[in-house]
């Protein structure tokens, strides 16, 4: 069963930011949220992750709840290059490792 | 730079013939995942290591085999008994497998097409 809840599609305009949501309502205190994105028949490609701070890279934010049930991916000024399939997975401190990932937020960019 | 290497990116097989998927990575990642993906859908694990000569069952493992005969190398053998074997497999590896704040790395895939 998915442990994150991402709306299936959004839509962005070339050069306005895009804030991508996930509900990760069980997340237990250990666990990371991380964010990866994929391109049609390429493999997913890391983006950002974070425990319960704000974070920043080159790529991408990660916004966290306080109540870190929900999390967004905010990529500041939307590219082409953008277009892709996001996923919010867990990852779990002494998990299984059997982590899951759901269909993602497939992200369209309009030029 | 370092990565992970799938090889190759298309594959074509009869029916009820075996075939091998290698991967390969040079981050000295202890941790490497099989995955399986069909359109328009998510990722599905089919086998784990967390190091050498060691290696655990995911969700849909069934007609699959691996090995970890070497810290780089995890080789995924599709076999006859796979029932829908045509889809898009995904070699991952992390640093090891409990380190949650280290992310996975995920090489190109490899597109497996079974007639």
């Known amino acids: 069963d998915a442990k994150t809840t991402q709306p299936n599609s959004m839509e962005s305009n070339e050069e306005e930011p895009v804030h991508l949501p996930c509900n990760h309502s069980?997340?237990?205190?250990?666990?990371?949220i991380h964010w990866y994105r994929q391109l049609p028949s390429q493999g997913p490609e890391y983006v950002i992750h974070?425990?319960?701070s704000n974070v920043n890279n080159r790529m991408a934010s990660l916004a966290i709840a306080e109540d870190r049930k929900s999390s967004t991916l905010i990529l500041h000024r939307a590219t082409l290059r953008d277009a892709a399939v996001y996923y919010c997975?867990?990852?779990?401190?002494?998990?299984?490792?059997?982590?899951?990932f759901g269909k993602g937020t497939k992200l369209t960019v309009n030029p | 730079d370092g990565g992970i290497t799938q090889s190759p990116k298309y594959l074509f097989r009869k029916e009820g013939q075996n075939v091998t998927l290698s991967c390969e990575q040079n981050?000295?990642?202890?941790?490497m995942y099989w995955y399986r993906q069909d359109p328009g859908q998510g990722l599905r694990l089919i086998y784990y290591?967390?190091?050498?000569?060691?290696?655990q069952k995911g969700d849909i493992a069934e007609g699959y085999s691996v090995s970890r005969e070497k810290k780089e190398s995890f080789p995924l053998t599709v076999t006859s008994a796979q029932k829908n074997p045509t889809a898009f497999y995904l070699c991952?590896?992390?640093?090891?497998?409990?380190?949650?704040?280290?992310?996975?790395?995920f090489g190109n895939g490899t597109r497996l097409t079974v007639t």
């Open positions: 997975i867990l990852r779990e401190q002494g998990g299984s490792e059997k982590l899951v």
């Open positions: 974070g425990l319960t």
């Open positions: 290591s967390q190091i050498v000569n060691d290696f």
């Open positions: 069980t997340i237990s205190g250990t666990d990371y």
């Open positions: 991952a590896s992390s640093i090891a497998l409990d380190s949650p704040n280290s992310p996975l790395h």
């Open positions: 981050l000295n990642h202890d941790a």
